[in-house]
């Protein structure tokens, strides 16, 4: 099992940014995917859930609104748009199964300051 994120920045306070996480190792188009984030000091939280079929998500109240899973099951890959960002959104972003794997990518760095 592998999963490898891609796309975190430093952008700015309002900003927009698109992370990727490309998955392998297992079948992903019958797999229930989620984002999850660890701020600096923080505990590892879940941000955001997607069904095998990409319809169905659920979201972090701290996100709602604001951030959009969606998959790509022929790329074996799940993306998270973020808008509106602020910096509490600052954190290290993975992507994992539900439920997880024991093995974690090494995530993506998002910063958002000014």
């Known amino acids: 099992v592998q999963f490898v994120e891609s796309g975190g920045a430093l952008v700015q306070p309002g900003g927009s940014l698109s992370v990727s996480c490309a998955a392998s190792g297992f079948t992903f188009s019958d797999s229930i995917m989620s984002w999850f984030r660890q701020g600096p000091g923080k505990e590892r939280e879940l941000v955001a859930t997607i069904l095998s079929d990409g319809r169905t998500t659920a979201y972090a109240d701290s996100v709602k609104g604001r951030f959009t899973i969606s998959r790509d099951n022929l790329k074996n890959t799940v993306y998270l748009q973020m808008n509106s960002l602020k910096p509490d959104d600052t954190a290290v972003y993975y992507c994992?199964?539900?439920?997880?794997?024991?093995?974690w990518g090494q995530g993506t760095q998002v910063t958002v300051s000014s």
């Open positions: 994992n199964r539900r439920p997880s794997f024991p093995s």
